[in-house]
């Protein structure tokens, strides 16, 4: 890890061992490698809240999401720093759909359903996103510290279209870097009917109280 680099963990209470790989593993970056683990899971968003409000209570400059699962290339990092470095963004997503399709093991049934989820959440917000569900961002520490992430609702799939929405309400710049996403080979998808119907009518909310309630 470089010098100026810092990684958080939040485990939730995983069957795969997360936790006793990344506690061996900080055994030789006692100060770059932090762990945070919880009794059970509370879902997506609520994990992010709990990663988010660590890093900025720790004040970085820069903070970034993604899986752990290696479906994200961690080189890519690199990349979505740079934009974000260059002031040509505040949010650097790293996009599976900005030029066609790049998604790698994704069975057609679901690269339909994630690529037609995408379309239907700009037609209804209007969001210039072409991936707004990548759970690969980097945020600058202007901008995720401008939201209250107490209030963000959703706590699925839906948490990573309510982010980029109010951060590009707030009139931050959002900035898309194409990316290859490789489907996970061990573990499963945390996608269920739950979360498709919370991201369907979370849309749908999201821009009524874009319209309606400015607080939102």
């Given amino acids: 890890m470089q010098n100026n680099n810092f990684i958080l963990v939040v485990d939730d209470n995983s069957p795969d061992g997360t ?8 055994k ?4 770059k490698l932090f762990l945070i683990t919880r009794e059970k899971k509370d879902g997506l968003g609520s994990a992010y809240k709990v990663g988010f409000k660590w890093a900025l209570e720790q004040d970085f400059s820069y903070i970034f999401e993604m899986d752990a ?4 290339n961690p080189n890519e990092i690199e990349n979505l720093k740079r934009l974000l ?3 040509e963004c505040d949010v650097a997503i790293g ?8 998604v790698v093991n994704w069975p057609l049934s679901r690269i339909f359903l994630s690529y037609f989820a995408n379309i239907y959440v700009r037609l ?7 991936d707004s569900t990548s759970g690969f961002v980097g945020y600058s520490n202007t901008a995720l510290s401008s939201l209250d992430i107490n209030k963000i609702k959703f706590n699925g799939y839906a948490f990573q279209i309510e982010m980029k929405f109010k951060l590009w309400k707030k009139k931050f710049k959002l900035k898309e870097h194409q990316i290859i996403f490789v489907n996970r080979e061990h573990g499963d998808s945390k996608m269920n009917k739950n979360i498709i119907f919370e991201a369907i009518i979370g849309v749908i909310k999201l821009k009524f109280n874009s319209i309606f309630n400015k607080n939102e």
């Fill in 69 to 72: 699962d290696l479906s994200h």
């Fill in 28 to 31: 030789d970056n006692t100060d």
């Fill in 85 to 87: 470095i260059n002031n």
């Fill in 19 to 26: 936790s006793n790989i990344v506690e061996n593993l900080k």
């Fill in 95 to 102: 996009s599976r759909y900005l030029e066609g399709v790049s």
């Fill in 124 to 130: 209804i917000t209007c969001l210039p996103v072409r």
